[in-house]
């Protein structure tokens, strides 16, 4: 079992800044791909960034240059550093992440509000 605990969402300004966080524990011997998604109000879950084991990072286009995602191995944590944020970032982010034993077991947060207000 592999828990994700998300922290540092909030309201925050339009061009603030908040840096999200997410704890991996549980039954983990290694941290694969770690990730970020949102999902707004009627819109579907979509990709913010992700970064593999080897610190690769990918992000979405609507982020690009104003996300950084990083991660910390030793302990078992993937941050999300926001800057500039738009309203239209407001959205439920979910941290994403596999996880070894079990070939990369797959596993969700419960999701952190960031609200962006203009």
């Known amino acids: 079992q592999v828990q994700l605990v998300e922290s540092g969402g909030g309201l925050v300004q339009a061009g603030g800044s908040l840096r999200l966080s997410c704890a991996a524990s549980g039954n983990i011997l290694s941290t694969l791909l770690m990730a970020w998604h949102r999902q707004a109000p009627g819109k579907q879950r979509e990709l913010v960034a992700s970064i593999t084991s080897g610190g690769v990072p990918n992000y979405n286009d609507a982020v690009k240059g104003r996300f950084t995602i990083s991660r910390d191995n030793a302990r078992n944590m993937v941050f999300l550093q926001m800057n500039n944020l738009k309203a239209e970032d407001t959205a439920v982010y979910y941290c994403?992440?596999?996880?070894?034993?079990?070939?990369?077991?797959?596993?969700w947060g419960q999701g952190i509000q960031v609200n962006v207000s203009s």
């Open positions: 994403y992440t596999r996880t070894t034993p079990n070939w990369g077991r797959i596993s």
